[in-house]
């Protein structure tokens, strides 16, 4: 599976985002998918997942109430609405395809796919 994230960009704290994770080579419709973040010197985290019928959602606390994951098995894509932004929300964001079990979504060492990631910068 080859995956592309986009949307990222430049905007300011309380403003919203839609990053989009567009899957090709295989359909997603067999794989729970993430997003994952990394900012500037900090190690990479886990965002948010879906599972693969989209029937159930996990989030990190920090963004739980402002970012909305979804997705699109017929488009093959996934989404991370991301609302009321805030600075500390900059960092370059991935999306991820996995086969491991729900509970272990949260762990980037259990992907199996990634996508190049894209930038997000929040100014305050």
């Known amino acids: 599976v080859q995956l592309q994230a986009y949307g990222g960009g430049l905007v300011q704290a309380g403003d919203s985002l839609r990053l989009s994770c567009t899957a090709s080579?295989?359909?997603?419709?067999?794989?729970?998918m993430g997003w994952f973040r990394q900012a500037p010197e900090k190690e990479r985290e886990f965002v948010a997942a879906i599972t693969r019928g989209g029937g159930g959602t996990s989030y990190v606390a920090s963004v739980k109430g402002r970012f909305t994951i979804s997705r699109d098995n017929a488009k093959n894509t996934v989404y991370l609405q991301m609302n009321s932004l805030k600075p500390e929300d900059t960092a370059v964001y991935y999306c991820?395809?996995?086969?491991?079990?729900?509970?272990?979504?949260?762990?980037?060492?259990?992907?199996?796919?990634w996508g190049k990631g894209t930038l997000v910068t929040v100014s305050s």
């Open positions: 080579g295989r359909t997603i419709r067999s794989y729970h």
């Open positions: 991820a395809a996995t086969n491991t079990a729900w509970s272990t979504v949260d762990r980037d060492a259990n992907m199996d796919y």
